[in-house]
């Protein structure tokens, strides 16, 4: 169908203009202005000037028109996508970075002729448009998120490339990972740590098209910047070139060179916007430039269309050209996925589905530490609880299922001992060995978590990465958008007792705990022993539609549980120890805690005070399970919570008059270790919180 091209109101100048004329435009010129004239329209659609969104319109069309030649020549010689198939596995994947070139991805999508966007979707205001929604099409790869993170997620993306083709072979995965980057996203510190770990790793099928606007959301880039992004790039590992965002000849020169590189590419765009737009955006895109875009981009001769009502015929058929070449290539690749001797396996990893024989190794697992258990009970019984031998949680548990889940890759960024991780027979990802199952991310949180959205939503992975609890807030925005986008990513922090290190209060994670369980669509998990740190993966593993959390201690702990049968965390929160009598208070704990509160138990007992232990490893899952259920565990007798952090957040188990034993905040270890008992998390303060409220 036709694309219909918006005309600004009638002006004497565009109209002596019109009446000069024109030279022959050539056929990528008039696909590039079919994008820029959605733009516009779009544009003309909105309402500059009010207070929401904060970025005007106008910034939006000033990157539609600066980038689109060169998306036109991405799109139509480079870019293999097939409309017909926008989740085909061996597609290229195509990242808008630069989100406030959202409509410029629904432009391409909706002349490529994709369904589900007409063009009512692309003029459904700013509102909709100012980010791309990776809920909102299949042919959007990601949510664009907050500066730089779209980026780093594309080099999750391109190691996911050529880890899945090192395991899968070329004739399965076989593609590229374009991404188109803005001022804005290169300033960024995360984008600094996801360009130098691709530069490392020599991901050559990684092309960023970078549009080099110099300026940014705060007005012109020599304001705030005077680095040389293409040498910095280079002292990253990348090959570089720089082009003329209008010039399609150096567009496909340099696209070209990119495909051949053996290195991460680097492609700076200089795009040129005409004038007067060209004077607005180089002092603050952000300024109401709606009238002179539309009026400079939409109705001068460049676009050969202002005296048209509608797009030329033969253009939007070119669009529809471009949507369906890579049809005979995917054709191709369904025949040799059907004749493959992995295609089961392949077809099982990309849909997401866990082996048919994972729930067997979890249910051995489990068994396997409730039988050492039992064999330990007669010689560690009464030793004090933080004295126990028992298991490091996690490390067997990460053994077992690195065995039995092909698709699981991890990474840390932090000392590998202190993460205790990889697992056994997880070598080492690098050059020439893709194929490897463990990623040294060096202390680069915030791109290590970005990283690992790519590879989740790149599909055939499941991710995890590790780094210590106080250091989570590094990678915070990442997980944020992990949440959003429903993304199957494990993170497991480890050393999150107060008991840990001398490097005092910056390394104390008081307070992260609230902090991570106030994000919506997360799943904190905090076990108390290696029982439930197996059930605790198992649901992290098993959830599909949104990241898992496991904290785990830093020290080893006693096992406390030997039922295997039923996965009791798996509710959130059950009963662990009921008490002996009538029911005169509960304990509530959580991790490491958990074995205090029932060696304070046992101490009640003998006092003929009778209390409940509860094991809550999972506010979110006890959430969701029905008031009867919660109101069976949590008991009507007073409460008591235990936790190593802050109290925010434990009312709503505890009740108005319920007690919590916990941390005030960080506190400083005084160039030694600290213990429990440092901060008052202690049998004995347990005992006496409930002797009080008992009497």
């Known amino acids: 169908m036709d694309v219909p091209i918006v005309l600004p109101p009638d002006n004497p100048a565009l109209a002596r203009r019109s009446a000069i004329p024109a030279e022959p435009i050539a056929p990528s010129r008039l696909m590039a202005d079919a994008v820029r004239a959605l733009g516009i329209d779009a544009i003309r659609l909105s309402k500059p000037g009010h207070s929401e969104p904060p970025i005007d319109p106008a910034q939006i069309g000033v990157a539609q028109i600066g980038m689109a030649d060169v998306a036109t020549a991405l799109w139509t010689r480079f870019h293999k996508f097939d409309a017909a ?36 979707d692309i003029r459904a205001g700013p509102a909709a448009a100012l980010y791309p929604d990776h809920a909102g099409h299949p042919a959007i790869e990601t949510a664009s998120g907050p500066s730089g993170q779209s980026l780093a997620t594309a080099v999750g993306m391109a190691l996911a490339e050529r880890n899945m083709a090192a395991r899968f072979g070329k004739s399965l995965v076989d593609h590229r990972t374009w991404v188109v980057a803005s001022d804005d996203d290169l300033m960024v510190g995360v984008s600094h740590e996801a360009a130098v770990l691709a530069g490392h790793l020599g991901l050559s099928k990684l092309v960023v098209l970078y549009h080099d606007e110099r300026c940014s959301t705060d007005g012109d880039r020599a304001l705030f910047c005077s680095d ?52 607005v955006a180089a002092t603050n895109p952000a300024a109401d430039s709606t009238s002179d875009l539309t009026a400079t981009a939409g109705a001068s001769p460049r676009t050969g269309w202002h005296d048209r009502p509608l797009a030329p015929a033969d253009v939007t058929q070119r669009w529809h050209a471009v949507g369906s070449r890579g049809a005979a290539a995917r054709r191709s690749w369904l025949k040799r996925l059907a004749r493959h001797n992995q295609r089961g396996e392949f077809e099982r990893v990309m849909s997401g589905r866990l082996p048919d024989t994972w729930h067997e190794a979890v249910a051995e697992l489990k068994q396997r530490i409730a039988e050492c258990r039992l064999a330990a009970a007669g010689r560690t019984s009464s030793r004090a609880p933080d004295r126990v031998p028992g298991h490091a949680p996690g490390h067997e548990c990460l053994d077992m299922l690195v065995a039995a889940t092909p698709e699981l890759i991890g990474g840390l960024a932090g000392p590998t001992a202190a993460n205790d991780t990889p697992a056994k027979g997880m070598a080492p990802i690098a050059v020439g060995n893709y194929g490897g199952r463990h990623i040294h991310y060096g202390i680069r949180e915030h791109a290590m978590a970005a990283a690992a959205n790519g590879m989740a939503l790149h599909g055939g992975i499941i991710p995890y990465v590790a780094t210590g609890v106080a250091f989570s807030d590094s990678l915070r925005p990442a997980l944020r958008m992990a949440a959003i986008m429903r993304q199957r990513v494990i993170y497991v922090l480890t050393h999150e007792a107060a008991a840990t290190g001398r490097d005092g209060a910056t390394d104390h994670p008081a307070e992260h705990l609230a902090g991570l369980r106030a994000m919506s669509n997360l799943h904190v998990h905090r076990p108390a022993d290696s029982m439930e740190t197996a059930e605790c993966w198992e649901l992290a593993l098993r959830r599909a539609d949104g990241p898992s959390l496991l904290v785990l201690p830093g020290r080893t702990l006693p096992t406390g549980r030997t039922d295997a049968a039923e996965n009791r965390c798996a509710r959130g929160g059950y009963v662990l120890a009921e008490a002996e009598g009538s029911r005169q208070a509960t304990l509530i704990a959580t991790g490491s805690e958990v074995a205090i509160a029932v060696a304070a138990r046992d101490h009640l007992a003998a006092a003929r005070v009778f209390v409940a232990v509860v094991s809550l490893p999972c506010w979110e899952q006890f959430a969701l399970q029905d008031i009867a259920y919660r109101a069976r565990v949590l008991g009507t007798a007073p409460r008591v919570g235990v936790e190593a952090a802050s109290g925010f957040g434990w009312d709503q188990w505890l009740g108005q008059d319920g007690t919590f034993i916990g941390l005030p905040g960080p506190v400083a270890s005084a160039g030694h270790p600290r213990r429990d008992a440092d901060f008052a998390i202690t049998i004995d303060a347990v005992v006496a919180a409930v002797t009080r409220r008992v009497g």
Not at 88 to 102: E, K, M, Q, Y
């Open 228 to 279: 040389d992004v293409l040498k910095r790039f280079s002292a990253y590992g990348w090959a570089t070139k720089q082009v003329e965002g209008d010039d399609s000849a150096q567009i496909n020169a340099a696209l070209s060179f990119a495909v051949r590189s053996r290195k991460p590419t680097l492609i700076a765009c200089r795009a040129a916007i005409p004038p007067p737009a060209a004077n």
């Open 85 to 120: 198939d926008p989740r085909w596995p061996d597609r290229d994947r195509f990242v808008l970075s630069a989100g406030h070139h959202s409509i410029l991805l629904r432009a391409l999508i909706h002349l490529t002729g994709h369904d589900a966007m007409s063009i009512d």
